[in-house]
């Protein structure tokens, strides 16, 4: 497996760039502009939750040890999955914190993965409901544990996605896939977990999401605009130069 440690953040996150859906994130602002830049990709998206307590340190532990496994849960899933990432040397600020507030979560609800829709770019929102699945934090130092459970959760989201192209449909399908996990008798991943007490908790998205988002996702267009600009301008330039210097873009 490769190691994407030390060094910068663009060492790193080169090393990152195979990770289409896996995205890690080192501050809130890195957060949402690499949600801004995916907002089109993605009928759900979902972020994995923690803080720094000392109880929680090894979910930390846990995503920088397993990157690429997070990744390829979120590829098979089909889902931009965003967890934050400790890269050394680099100042590094959980995003957890900002997105409890903003999503009126409490600390004491994380660990946990928040699923959710994402707003669009003018504000208003396409569902209006994320889905919040609490973890353990003592689960994450037995892969026998947490394996099973991650494993469900991101196959019900796969299971969500192949039933229904709206995120609505899609929370939907999960709201009904939580309460038939609670009444299975196999005690196994998710089930198992279910029966343990686990209270999915289902968010009406605030008004500050919205502006929090919209904020970051009017950036994005805006730096899309200006880099489309750029690239135009290069283009004329080349076709109105030299002829030797034309190429296939001025056909």
Same mark, same amino acid.
């Not at 196999?186 to 029966?195: A, F, T």
């Not at 130069?241 to 001025?250: N, Q, R, S, V």
């Given at each position: 497996?490769?190691? =994407? +440690?030390?060094?910068?953040? !663009? @060492?790193?996150?080169? =090393? ?6 896996? +995205?890690? =994130? ?18 759900? %998206?979902?972020?994995?939750?923690? !803080?720094?307590?000392? *109880? ?16 390829? /849960?979120? @590829?098979?899933?089909?889902?931009? %999955?965003?967890?934050?990432? @400790?890269?050394?040397?680099? @100042?590094? $600020?959980?995003? *957890?914190?900002?997105? #409890?507030? $903003?999503?009126?979560?409490? /600390? ?19 569902? !209006?409901?994320?889905? %919040? ?18 494993? !469900? ?36 991943? /998710? ?12 968010? &009406? ?7 929090? %988002? ?12 200006? +880099?489309?600009?750029?690239?135009? +301008?290069? #283009? ?9 210097? &034309?190429?296939?873009? =001025?056909?």
């Amino acid at each position: 497996m490769p190691q =994407c +440690r030390g060094g910068s953040v !663009d @060492r790193v996150h080169s =090393c990152l760039l195979g990770r289409v859906y896996g +995205r890690p =994130c080192s501050s809130f602002d890195d957060f949402r502009s690499k949600l801004a830049s995916v907002r089109e990709g993605s009928v759900v %998206f979902g972020i994995l939750l923690y !803080d720094s307590r000392p *109880s929680q340190k090894v979910i930390e532990a846990f995503t920088q040890q397993h990157a690429d496994w997070i990744d390829e /849960l979120a @590829r098979t899933a089909g889902i931009y %999955f965003f967890f934050p990432f @400790r890269v050394t040397g680099e @100042r590094f $600020l959980n995003p *957890s914190p900002e997105i #409890v507030r $903003l999503f009126n979560l409490e /600390l004491a609800h994380l660990p946990g993965v928040l699923i959710f829709a994402l707003p669009r770019a003018d504000g208003t929102v396409q569902a !209006d409901h994320a889905l %919040f699945v609490p973890l353990e934090e003592q689960d994450f130092g037995e892969p026998r544990i947490y394996e099973p459970i991650l494993d !469900d959760l991101f196959e019900l989201v796969r299971e969500g996605l192949s039933k229904s192209q709206t995120p609505a449909g899609v929370l939907a399908f999960l709201r009904g896939e939580v309460a038939v996990h609670h009444q299975r008798r196999v005690q196994i991943g /998710l089930s198992r977990y279910m029966k343990k007490g686990a209270q999915v908790l289902f968010i &009406k998205i605030p008004k500050a999401v919205l502006d929090s %988002f919209a904020e970051a996702f009017g950036k994005a267009l805006a730096e899309k605009v200006e +880099r489309t600009g750029r690239q135009r +301008r290069a #283009v004329r330039a080349v076709c109105h130069g030299p002829p030797f210097t &034309k190429t296939l873009a =001025c056909t």
